[in-house]
Each structure stands twice: as C-alpha cells, then as structure tokens.
C-alpha cells in the first residue's frame, strides 16, 4: 500500500515538474495548442477591453467626479444666492473655484497617468487637447476680472450668469473638439446638451441659470457617465470592432 | 476556405497583436506596460513579439528614455490588415 502511495507520488510529482517546466520555458510559440475559434474571439476582445482600460482614463468615472463638482458648486452658489446657505456668495464662488480646481487636478492626472509609456500620434492629440482646455479657461478668467471690473454695480448674479455662459461655451466646443479627435460620439453628444443647457441659461437669465446648471449639469454628467459604463462593458463582453 | 493566419492564431500572439491593433497604428506602447496588460513574461512576450515582428505585423524600437533604454512595440499596417483579415475570418467560422 505504502510502495503504492509511493509510485502515485512519484507519477503526480513528475507530471507537476513537466508541467512547470513547460510553463516556464515558453521556448516555442508556434508549438501551442491551436485555439478554438469561439475561445480565440473572446481570447482577442479580452485583450482589446483590457487594453482599452489600460491605456484610457477611466471616461465614467470622470463624468461621476464632474457630476458631483456641478453639483457642489453650483448648489453653493445656489444656496448662497437664495438664502438657504449661511455663506456669502463671494465665499460660495471661492469654495466652487477649488471644487472645480479639484476636479481639473483629478482628470489631468488620469490621463496623463492613462497615456504613459505610450508614443505616438495620440500622445500630441491628448497634450495639444488638455492645453486647449487650459487656454480656454485662461482666457474665462481673465474675461471674469474684466466684466467683474466693467460691471462692479451690477448684481454678482447678472455677473455671474454672464462669466458662466462664457465658462460653458468653452465646456461645449471643447467637447464636440473633443469628439472629432477621437472620434467619439457620446462626447459630441454631450457638447451638444453643454450647448443647449447653455442656450437655455441664458435665456432663463440671471436669477434662474444656477438652478438649471445645478440640475441640468449633474445630470448630463450621469448621464454621460452610464453611457460610458455600459459601453465599456459591452466592449469587454464581447462585438468585434 | 483559407486557413487561419497561423502567426496570429495562437493565444499569446493573438492578444499581443489584439493589444496593439487597440493601441492604433502610429502608436507604440513600452513593452513593461504591454507586458503588464498582456499578464506574461517578459521571456514569453519577447518569444512571440520576435515572431510577429519577423512576419512584418509589429515593431520593436529600442531607444533611450532619458538615460534609460526603453523598448516601444507598435503595429505596422500589414499587422493591421492581417489582424483585420484573421478577425473576418474568425467570424465566418463562428
């Protein structure tokens, strides 16, 4: 009984040591099994979608943290503009400056960490895109200083209103821009809402557009966001491009 | 009907070139972030990235990072079209 123990270790142990070895000297690609044409076809979207997350910013979960930043900054505003806030609303316009500084911060490190050690035509696109959102605001704040100065007796909301309809068509043509770089149809459709929510606080005016940025923004930005994840998840599981 | 592209159809090199023809053509990846998405050895991906490059379907660049040697991979158009031609195939089986 013992002798048999014995052999069957023996066997089991030899049969482990071949397959360790043939696991380890990967020697001879082309002596591989040939692969299943349905375990190839998920073999290859597998590597596309793991790819895909690996060399992308995770898109939806920056939608999620943008949804969140709307949601902060424009319910303070809101809040210090209707009373239902204790808060001063050039503190509110301050808190919304390092909320919405945040949100930049976390969306530049995603895609910058996204695109490392990656060369190529996409990594100028990417530079040249983020700087544009720099060059973009840069000049929002600057044309903020300058109407604030240009209309110091105006209500801060008549202000406000005015900078955010100027904000937010940076937010929509650098969106659609976007789109048209690299080729995505969500982000256009998503430039095109900016657009029109912006359309509609302007014509709303200046007492009502905060309402509809804190509504309207956040949920765009949902929006946006599910789309992404359910696009993402039916990449992974599975239709060729 | 013809046979699939042996070069591509085996698991490894079918994921390092499925990897690549996401990356696009004019890009390249470096190969420890190719490794890392492809979960392999670097012995094991060197083996069958050498195949796909002796094929004309990928390539390998070797050049300096700022004082570090680095190696990039990327797919060259052939790569592309015969991936491309591999997936078609591969459908029709199905």
Request: net charge negative; no cysteine.
């Given at each position: 009984m013992f002798a048999d123990a014995s052999r069957f270790v023996t066997r089991h142990t030899a049969t482990i040591h071949r397959r360790t070895a043939a696991r380890n000297t990967?020697?001879?690609?082309?002596?591989?099994p040939a692969l299943d044409p349905r375990a190839a076809l998920a073999s290859l979207n597998q590597a596309a979608a793991t790819t895909r997350a690996s060399i992308e910013p995770n898109t939806a979960v920056i939608y999620f943290v943008w949804a969140a930043a709307y949601l902060l900054g424009y319910g303070l505003l809101h809040g210090a503009a209707f009373g239902w806030?204790?808060?001063?609303y050039g503190t509110a316009l301050v808190i919304g400056a390092v909320i919405l500084l945040a949100a930049i911060t976390y969306t530049a490190v995603a895609g910058i960490r996204s695109s490392s050690q990656i060369r190529g035509d996409s990594t100028f696109a990417g530079m040249a895109y983020g700087m544009s959102w720099m060059g973009g605001f840069l000049i929002v704040a600057l044309f903020s200083i300058v109407i604030s100065r240009l209309l110091a007796d105006e209500h801060l909301l008549v202000t406000g209103w005015l900078i955010n309809s100027v904000a937010i068509l940076v937010v929509g043509i650098m969106y659609m821009a976007g789109a048209a770089i690299f080729g995505d149809r969500s982000m256009f459709l998503l430039g095109v809402c900016f657009t029109v929510l912006n359309a509609a606080g302007l014509i709303a005016g200046a007492s009502a557009f905060i309402s509809i940025f804190a509504i309207g923004g956040p949920i765009l930005f949902v929006a946006a966001g599910i789309t992404m994840l359910v696009l993402r998840r039916r990449e992974s599981s599975g239709t060729v491009k | 009907m013809a046979e699939l592209d042996p070069v591509i159809h085996a698991d490894a090199r079918l994921r390092a070139m499925s990897a690549l023809n996401t990356l696009g053509l004019h890009e390249s990846i470096a190969f420890p972030k190719l490794r890392e998405i492809l979960g392999m050895t670097a012995g094991n991906l060197s083996t069958h990235l050498r195949k796909l490059e002796d094929a004309g379907y990928i390539t390998v660049q070797k050049l300096i990072e700022g004082r570090s040697p680095a190696t990039y991979v990327g797919i060259t158009a052939t790569g592309v079209a015969a991936f491309e031609a591999y997936k078609k195939q591969l459908l029709e089986l199905l």
């Open positions: 990967n020697q001879s690609p082309t002596e591989e806030l204790p808060l001063a | -």
